[in-house]
């Protein structure tokens, strides 16, 4: 069971004159960013996507009864991935909606007028640095890291980035984090065990995520169509109970297991045949 953690609170005041800012616009997060601005963003830029998720395409949510009643932080969002930014934008979408007690739909868009703003996601720096509109993104709450396994298209092996721990336990303490746990768009790709350890640091609830037609329906950057009218599903499933007694490993088969990123045995069984030729 995940354990209760008090929300991180933040101001630019002084902590004695804080309770003046009792509508929280010169509240902050954890990394010195004001919230205010953060959800003028988050705005903006759901503003600017929302047709993409319910004109061009449309979006399938389901599950949406695991988010109602889940705490305002501590809150872990592993699934898998399929375009850089499409992805998160849908989620940044649904959590807003979920505020504003929508059930399993982003429409109409109301919930952009005050959108949650005590949401991050995990991404790697090199992507969001590749641009201004990715650091326009980044913005919106990125917690960046140092892949040690991949940069700039090529395997690499390097040290593990120290302070991406750091990152998402200061998040984690103020509000709910997404990670997508294979570190790369590539389907069925492995679980990284960093994954494993941020949840035995932090004992958050985890609550995983799958989702569909994304690489369909976008580039890989998930900025331009490459598919419209194509159904986009995004499937919440139960919170994963951990056993105290699960070894790393045991929870990186049970975290693949639950974004559905086995590889079918099909598929296994012609790689297995590449790799005899």
């Known amino acids: 069971m995940a354990s209760e953690r008090p929300i991180s609170r933040y101001s630019f005041l002084p902590k004695w004159l804080s309770w003046l800012d009792f509508l929280g616009f010169l509240e902050k997060d954890p990394f010195g960013n004001s919230l205010f601005i953060k959800r003028l963003l988050i705005s903006g830029i759901g503003w600017f996507t929302y047709w993409r998720f319910t004109v061009v395409n449309k979006t399938v949510i389901e599950g949406i009864e695991h988010l109602e009643n889940l705490p305002d932080n501590n809150v872990l969002f592993l699934s898998n991935h399929q375009t850089y930014f499409a992805d998160v934008i849908s989620f940044y979408h649904i959590f807003s909606s979920v505020k504003w007690g929508f059930k399993s739909t982003i429409v109409p868009p109301l919930y952009l007028l005050a959108p949650r703003a005590r949401s991050y996601y995990v991404a790697a720096s090199e992507t969001m640095k590749a641009g201004i509109v990715p650091k326009l993104f980044g913005l919106g709450g990125a917690l960046t890291v140092e892949r040690s396994w991949r940069a700039e298209g090529k395997n690499v092996k390097r040290e593990r980035d120290s302070k991406a721990g750091d990152k998402v336990y200061q998040a984690l303490g103020h509000g709910w984090v997404v990670s997508f746990p294979q570190g790369t768009t590539s389907p069925y790709a492995p679980i990284r065990k960093g994954t494993a350890h941020l949840i035995l640091e932090n004992n958050p609830i985890v609550i995983p995520v799958v989702i569909n037609g994304f690489r369909r329906a976008f580039d890989k950057k998930g900025l ?6 194509t159904t ?25 297991k639950e974004i559905e990123q086995e590889i079918p045995y099909d598929k296994m069984k012609w790689m297995q045949g590449e790799g005899e030729g």
């Open 232 to 256: 986009l599903t995004v499937r919440f499933k139960a919170p994963i109970e951990f056993d105290q007694s699960m070894s790393v490993e045991e929870m990186v088969e049970r975290i693949r």
């Open 224 to 229: 331009r169509f490459k598919k419209r009218n």
